[in-house]
């Protein structure tokens, strides 16, 4: 089985930052597509960030384009979101996620539906 924690969030004031950091084990880490995604109340899971099983590839939603950046360490079997110039609409649970389909090396998946591991979340509140 795949554990995935997360780790980073808390209280931040708008226009601040914040670093989230997955770690996963129980598999081979560097084999899987990793994303990142969030869900504010009331709202549906919303697709943030993904990054290819190698890291050469990522994609970003365009609602954090140029504000977020995700990276993994195969090393370290982490993968991070770095969160620049955060607005109070960010405030939301944010998870990682794993897909476990062994893919091409520079695939990178777009949708919550592709990724079958979840971790339980951590919460990132963005103050006015």
């Known amino acids: 089985q795949v554990q995935l924690v997360e780790s980073g969030g808390g209280l931040v004031q708008a226009g601040g930052s914040l670093r989230l950091s997955c770690a996963a084990s129980?598999?081979?880490?560097?084999?899987?597509?990793m994303g990142w995604f969030r869900q504010a109340p009331g709202k549906e899971r919303e697709f943030l960030a993904a990054i290819s099983r190698s890291g050469g590839n990522t994609y970003h939603a365009d609602s954090v384009k140029g504000r977020f950046t995700i990276s993994r360490d195969n090393a370290k079997n982490t993968v991070d979101l770095q969160m620049n110039s955060l607005k109070p609409e960010d405030t939301a649970v944010y998870y990682c996620a794993l897909d476990r389909t062994l893919r091409a090396s520079d695939y990178v998946p777009a949708y919550a539906t592709e990724f079958d591991y979840w971790g339980q979340g951590t919460q990132v509140t963005v103050s006015s």
């Open positions: 129980g598999r081979t880490f560097s084999n899987y597509p």
